[in-house]
């Protein structure tokens, strides 16, 4: 795996030109390091390719949020498919402050594929998906393979109350997300047991 290539950028307020982001040859991740002025924007701009994902992740626990224009608003970690089309990410500070507020903005592209964000395609595994949503007691609609309105809100119900920075379309990664919250909740359910059936028997 490429290694973290770091480099300063001098942000533009978002009204003007965007800074553009290039990655080094051979890199797949930079992370930039700035300062987010009071009441207003700094921009980036990124070249996407189409079918590449791009990672965002704001390190460490600062007063700041991105938002990547037509795409998703105040977010700290967002992961999605690009287009072919130039990306404009604004950063602004998240809550407002006197003084600039220093960032540290991961990027990572890696190719759609491994990136887990490929649409499911197979009905039985939106089944799948449909039913462990159903289970973890959101409301998907019918669980018949078909990824409509009702199923695309209760997982955008679902990854906006764990937090979790994807779209809420039918992939892998939501898949994963999805399972990795059932085996969760599983193994506090049975630790739940297994420590009330041992009250039990001390009781008795």
């Known amino acids: 795996m490429s290694a973290v290539f770091a480099m300063n950028l001098v942000p533009l307020a978002a009204q003007e030109a965007c800074e553009p ?31 590449d994902a791009l990672h965002l992740r704001l390190l460490g626990a600062g007063n700041t949020m991105f938002t990547v224009v037509g795409v998703i608003d105040a977010r700290i970690d967002y992961r999605f498919l690009m287009e072919g089309k130039s990306y404009e990410i604004h ?22 594929k491994e990136s887990g964000l490929l649409l499911l395609r197979d009905p039985i595994a939106i089944r799948r998906l449909q039913s462990v949503l159903g289970t973890l007691g959101y409301d998907p609609g019918p669980v018949d393979g078909i990824f409509g309105g009702k199923s695309r809100a209760a997982l955008a119900e679902f990854l906006n109350e764990h937090d979790i920075g994807l779209p809420p379309l039918p992939t892998e990664a939501a898949m994963q997300a999805l399972t990795d919250t059932l085996n969760r909740l599983a ?7 297994a420590e009330r059936e041992f009250r039990l028997k001390a009781l008795s």
Not at 32 to 48: D, F, N, T
Not at 91 to 109: A, G, H, K, V
């Open 21 to 51: 982001v290039v990655l080094p040859p051979g890199e797949n991740q930079v992370v930039i390091s700035g300062e987010a002025p009071p009441r207003s924007p700094v921009c980036y701009l990124l070249e996407g390719r189409e079918g």
């Open 187 to 193: 193994a506090r359910l049975d630790q739940a047991k």
């Open 91 to 112: 950063i602004t500070q998240m809550l407002q402050s006197d003084d600039p507020e220093p960032f540290r903005l991961r990027l990572t592209i890696s190719g759609g």
